[in-house]
């Protein structure tokens, strides 16, 4: 069974820093393209970071770029995301992604979400 979950959510000041984790479960995580999305209420989910399809690269979304970095860990199946510097702007549930092949076909799944709230 496929699973993704994540932790390390939670109440920060503005400028203070949290550093999320996703365990991932039940694929193959080393070949696994990962990411990292979130979505603040009342719009749309959106891209913060995630690993290029060859694995060596990353992008990130140019709201946070400089401030936060992910990260993985094939052995532990594991991916991070540190944040630094966090602003106001960047509350919103936190949601790890997974695309990875399931026979044939790409799969994608999500994680349950993790809140982040920056907030004096």
């Known amino acids: 069974q496929v699973q993704l979950v994540e932790s390390g959510g939670g109440l920060v000041q503005p400028g203070g820093s949290l550093r999320l984790s996703c365990v991932a479960s039940g694929f193959t995580f080393s070949s696994a393209a990962m990411s990292w999305y979130r979505q603040a209420p009342g719009k749309e989910r959106e891209l913060v970071a995630g690993?290029?399809?060859?694995?060596?690269?990353?992008d990130y979304a140019d709201s946070v770029k400089g401030r936060f970095t992910i990260s993985r860990d094939n052995v532990k199946y594991t991916v991070y995301l540190q944040m630094n510097s966090l602003k106001p702007e960047d509350t919103a549930v936190y949601y790890c992604?997974?695309?990875?092949?399931?026979?044939?076909?790409?799969?994608?799944?999500w994680g349950q979400g993790t809140q982040v709230t920056v907030s004096s």
């Open positions: 992604r997974a695309e990875y092949w399931g026979g044939s076909e790409i799969s994608r799944s």
């Open positions: 690993f290029t399809s060859g694995h060596g690269d990353t």
